[in-house]
């Protein structure tokens, strides 16, 4: 005979594991991730500050084929490329949070954020 009460217990702490395995770890200030930015390409970003509806984020220019195992932040560049010379990086792009994290955001390293970075951010959050 089977136990209900047992297999509903079981069954309880499957669903968890299963739900705790692929839940992402919350996004945290500093955080420097690849994005999918659609057309097989992948850009980074770097979180500047997160509000209540929105994430701000630092944008690069510097585009990937696929999605980088990580990123050395010291290589990130706000300038133009010869492949893109017409597209510079953005000093801050307030995204919906919805809209973020459909860009399929994956967190390759964490840094500091300066009080340089945060300057435009706190221009917007003034307007």
Excluded: Q
Excluded at 14 to 42: N, Q, V, W, Y
Excluded at 85 to 96: A, D, F, K, M, N
Excluded at 105 to 122: D, F, G, H, Q
């Amino acid at each position: 005979m089977i136990n209900l009460t047992g297999l509903v217990a079981v069954f309880i702490l499957i669903a968890a594991a299963c739900t705790s395995i692929r839940k992402k770890p919350a996004l945290l200030t500093g955080d420097i991730c690849t994005i999918d930015e659609g057309h097989g390409l992948f850009g980074v970003v770097k979180v500047l500050a997160i509000d209540n509806d929105r994430i701000h984020v630092k944008m690069y220019t510097n585009k990937f084929y696929s999605r980088p195992e990580m990123i050395d932040a010291t290589t990130l560049s706000m300038e133009v490329t010869e492949d893109d010379p017409e597209t510079p990086g953005i000093p801050h792009l307030p995204y919906v949070k919805v809209d973020f994290h459909a860009l399929k955001p994956e967190v390759e390293a964490t840094e500091a954020v300066y009080a340089e970075e945060l300057e435009p951010y706190r221009i917007w959050k003034r307007s």
